[in-house]
């Protein structure tokens, strides 16, 4: 067999290993999927209506929302590779003659998989709540291109922070920053309303250009500089991730 299939073997192997774990741990479950609609709820039920952003409320949160839906599943990541590398089932599956490479990369594609179940979930919840998108087939795909790049991008991130991390808990702490970010950007209000110094923070950290590519593409009417910007910080993100998890990964491991 071909180091190339070798190595897709492993990934579909620790993909599955993964997934059990994700399925066997309602915390993550809930954190993942049921908290951001929770939030949802909160902000469109509770909160909508204290809100002037010119639109349906709903309409206005979902792309930030799903934003959310990325950011709350992180901190499952980060405490499981992390569980990983200091309980020695590293070192078991190098006595396995597992590929390096399958172990993080399985780590990465279930994050995936688990922010896509997220984002289904807050669309789907977004049109019972009377969500009405102007958005074309292809601003669709567009959705979806961005939201997996984004996904893509955390995942490394997250993986990179879990494996420096010293502790379990420490790799969960680690990803709190990542949180926050949606709540200090325009997911739930323009900046542009915002006080000094908040509002400026606001507009150029990562998330408010991905966020206002999303909510551009999803009312049809999307912005090439946004575009320009969110793909910049995704690809940033996933290079920045990708690189610092493989140096840390074979200094630990």
């Given at each position: 067999?071909?180091?190339?299939?070798?190595?897709?073997?492993?990934?579909?192997?620790?993909?599955?290993?993964?997934?059990?774990?994700?399925?066997?741990?309602?915390?993550?479950?809930?954190?993942?999927?049921?908290?951001?609609?929770?939030?949802?709820?909160?902000?469109?039920?509770?909160?909508?209506?204290?809100?002037?952003?010119?639109?349906?409320?709903?309409?206005?949160?979902?792309p930030g929302l799903l934003v959310m839906?990325?950011?709350?599943?992180?901190?499952?990541?980060?405490?499981?590779?992390?569980?990983?590398?200091?309980?020695?089932?590293?070192?078991?599956?190098?006595?396995?003659?597992?590929?390096?490479?399958?172990?993080?990369?399985?780590?990465?594609?279930?994050?995936?998989?688990?922010?896509?179940?997220?984002?289904?979930?807050?669309?789907?919840?977004?049109?019972?709540?009377?969500?009405?998108?102007?958005?074309?087939?292809?601003?669709?795909?567009?959705?979806?291109?961005?939201?997996?790049?984004?996904?893509?991008?955390?995942?490394?991130?997250?993986?990179?922070?879990?494996?420096?991390?010293?502790?379990?808990?420490?790799?969960?702490?680690?990803?709190?920053?990542?949180?926050?970010?949606?709540?200090?950007?325009?997911?739930?209000?323009?900046?542009?309303?915002?006080?000094?110094?908040?509002?400026?923070?606001?507009?150029?950290?990562?998330?408010?250009?991905?966020?206002?590519?999303?909510?551009?593409?999803?009312?049809?009417?999307?912005?090439?500089?946004?575009?320009?910007?969110?793909?910049?910080?995704?690809?940033?993100?996933?290079?920045?991730?990708?690189?610092?998890?493989?140096?840390?990964?074979?200094?630990?491991?």
């Amino acid at each position: 067999m071909s180091s190339v299939a070798t190595a897709w073997a492993d990934s579909t192997i620790m993909l599955r290993r993964n997934l059990k774990h994700t399925l066997r741990n309602p915390t993550t479950v809930f954190n993942a999927v049921l908290f951001p609609i929770v939030i949802m709820l909160m902000f469109v039920k509770v909160f909508g209506g204290a809100f002037s952003v010119g639109e349906d409320y709903i309409d206005y949160a979902t792309p930030g929302l799903l934003v959310m839906a990325v950011s709350y599943g992180l901190g499952a990541t980060a405490a499981a590779v992390n569980d990983d590398m200091t309980k020695g089932i590293i070192n078991r599956f190098k006595t396995m003659d597992v590929s390096r490479g399958a172990v993080l990369t399985g780590q990465v594609v279930v994050t995936t998989v688990r922010c896509l179940v997220a984002c289904a979930a807050i669309i789907g919840v977004a049109f019972a709540l009377g969500f009405d998108p102007g958005a074309s087939a292809l601003d669709w795909l567009g959705v979806l291109g961005l939201f997996l790049l984004l996904s893509v991008g955390a995942a490394w991130l997250t993986v990179a922070l879990g494996l420096s991390a010293k502790s379990a808990e420490s790799a969960g702490l680690a990803t709190v920053p990542l949180v926050m970010l949606p709540f200090l950007s325009s997911a739930f209000v323009p900046a542009d309303t915002m006080g000094a110094g908040v509002r400026q923070f606001a507009e150029y950290q990562p998330f408010t250009p991905i966020i206002e590519t999303l909510r551009g593409l999803l009312a049809g009417n999307p912005s090439s500089g946004d575009a320009i910007a969110a793909v910049a910080w995704c690809v940033g993100f996933t290079v920045v991730g990708y690189v610092w998890a493989v140096s840390t990964f074979k200094k630990r491991a």
